[in-house]
């Protein structure tokens, strides 16, 4: 039962994680937008994709235990 905590414990901050990292990659390429570096910014925009499939697969497997 402490394990099961500590583990969903694990979980909740590895996504907080993941939200603050994707929030900070969408705010960065913003900048890179309007700088005109839109090539920086479509790798950011990959980036982001990447962050958002890890998050919808730690918030599934948070959901299921």
């Known amino acids: 039962s402490i394990n099961l905590t ?3 414990l694990m979980s909740y901050i590895q996504i907080e994680r993941l939200k603050k ?3 900070e990659a969408l705010y960065y390429q913003k900048k890179l937008i309007k700088k005109g570096k839109n090539v920086l910014a479509y790798k950011m925009e990959k980036k982001i994709a ?3 499939y890890f998050l919808d ?3 599934a497997i948070s ?3």
């Open 63 to 65: 959901k299921v235990h």
């Open 57 to 59: 697969d730690m918030e």
């Open 50 to 52: 990447h962050l958002n």
């Open 6 to 8: 500590r583990r969903l």
């Open 21 to 23: 990292d994707r929030q």
